[in-house]
């Protein structure tokens, strides 16, 4: 239920902007791959900074602010869309699909998943890779057409 509360809530707030979603969308691309690069180090470094706080948590609060936050905080920085009609709909709906697959494996680990939530998550997880083309696809067309005002 968690991740159906999620897509709910990502899709209506992309919905009812209607701010330009490229830049946002590629920074969260960005976000996975600097994530995947560098945030265990940069968890493990944080830990030895401030012994305190605890690894996992680190690393969970460096992928949010990677992969969600940071492309959010842009996304109410950017304009409104260059796109118009459908194309800026399914540009919403994919971004807000990929932001709750991306999110769904953490979530999954503060969360208890019920059975529903779990199908869904192994469901979407298989097809993030196609939303993710078909995102990072308009994303530079929504950065192409974009016009400041």
């Given at each position: 239920?968690?991740?159906?509360v999620l897509?709910?809530?990502?899709?209506?707030?992309?919905?009812?902007?209607?701010?330009?979603?490229?830049?946002?969308?590629?920074?969260?691309?960005?976000?996975?791959?600097?994530?995947?690069?560098?945030?265990?180090?940069?968890?493990?470094?944080?830990?030895?900074?401030?012994?305190?706080?605890?690894?996992?948590?680190?690393?969970?609060?460096?992928?949010?602010?990677?992969?969600?936050?940071?492309?959010?905080?842009?996304y109410f920085?950017?304009?409104?869309?260059?796109?118009?009609?459908?194309?800026?709909?399914?540009?919403?709906?994919?971004?807000?699909?990929?932001?709750?697959?991306?999110?769904?494996?953490?979530?999954?680990?503060?969360?208890?998943?019920?059975?529903?939530?779990?199908?869904?998550?192994?469901?979407?997880?298989?097809?993030?890779?196609?939303?993710?083309?078909?995102?990072?696809?308009?994303?530079?067309?929504?950065?192409?057409?974009?016009?400041?005002?």
């Amino acid at each position: 239920m968690v991740l159906v509360v999620l897509l709910a809530a990502l899709l209506l707030l992309f919905l009812l902007v209607r701010h330009h979603v490229g830049v946002p969308f590629l920074a969260m691309v960005a976000g996975v791959a600097l994530y995947e690069a560098f945030g265990a180090s940069f968890a493990q470094t944080i830990n030895q900074w401030i012994p305190a706080a605890d690894v996992w948590w680190t690393e969970k609060i460096l992928y949010a602010l990677f992969v969600a936050v940071m492309p959010i905080v842009l996304y109410f920085r950017v304009g409104k869309s260059g796109l118009f009609g459908a194309m800026r709909i399914v540009e919403s709906i994919i971004f807000a699909l990929l932001l709750t697959i991306l999110l769904a494996n953490p979530l999954s680990q503060i969360f208890s998943f019920d059975g529903y939530s779990a199908q869904l998550a192994s469901w979407i997880n298989g097809i993030r890779g196609v939303v993710m083309v078909v995102g990072v696809i308009l994303a530079y067309v929504d950065v192409f057409f974009y016009r400041s005002s």
